[in-house]
């Protein structure tokens, strides 16, 4: 299947920074890409969809200023914690939508832990 | 809108007897139906999918799962597990074209017993 890949794969930050995770398609080209939060033993929570060269749409109860997203290019989707605090912490899943094929591909996740 | 139920959050079974995890959705519309199984620390991989055309689809490792239209369910099953399938299972539907989201399931977690 197809591969995206999701960096860093983990980070400790310290409360009132900032962190960029990155999310990339590796071997298609994706139009939607979206980010998922999910706590321990829970299933994923939507929380933003993001196409490319157009502004996100964020789920209810996001903070769209708090978790920002850019999708750049067909590739490339990032999400910016922003003043990052402890009930932050989470395992932070993207995925990118493959529209020939109607699928969604998922990243590894990546793991923030805020101090 | 669509939505997905797991019922079993959990499910033990001995290595090499079968299993089935059950998956029901609801939707207005018709719907895509997916597997995904999501290992310790890692992220989502897709098992299989229903877009169209056979209501059974396989995936390469033993798995396979039924579109039941009537019943609204995507049932996934293997007729003999390993331990190596110890991982939690997630169903998921989408909308057919567009920027449709996937709802997940809650997902099940798949115990194997050696």
């Known amino acids: 299947g197809a591969v995206v890949s999701q960096h860093p794969s983990w980070v400790i930050c310290k409360s009132g920074t900032s962190v960029k995770i990155e999310c990339r398609s590796l071997?298609?080209?994706?139009?939607?890409m979206f980010w998922y939060r999910q706590f321990p033993k829970q299933s994923l929570m939507l929380m933003a969809t993001s196409n490319e060269g157009s502004k996100a749409t964020y789920e209810q109860g996001v903070e769209k200023d708090k978790f920002l997203i850019n999708h750049a290019s067909l590739t490339l989707s990032t999400l910016t914690v922003t003043s990052a605090h402890p009930e932050d912490s989470s395992f932070y899943i993207c995925?990118?939508?493959?529209?020939?094929?109607?699928?969604?591909?998922f990243g590894p996740g990546t793991r923030l832990l805020v101090l | 809108a669509q939505s997905v139920t797991q019922l079993d959050s959990q499910v033990p079974v001995f290595e090499e007897a079968p299993v089935e995890l059950r998956c029901n959705y609801s939707s207005s519309v018709s719907v895509y139906l997916f597997w995904y199984v999501q290992y310790p620390n890692q992220g989502l991989q897709l098992l299989l999918k229903?877009?169209?055309?056979?209501?059974l689809v396989e995936s390469i490792n033993g798995f396979e799962a039924e579109f039941n239209k009537s019943q609204t369910s995507f049932h996934l099953r293997k007729p003999s597990v390993h331990i190596s399938d110890t991982a939690e299972y997630f169903c998921a539907v989408s909308a057919p074209g567009g920027y449709q989201k996937v709802t997940f399931g809650t997902g099940t977690k798949l115990q194997v017993i050696p």
């Open positions: 229903y877009l169209s055309g056979s209501t």
């Open positions: 995925s990118g939508r493959d529209s020939l094929i109607e699928t969604q591909y």
């Open positions: 071997d298609f080209q994706a139009t939607t």
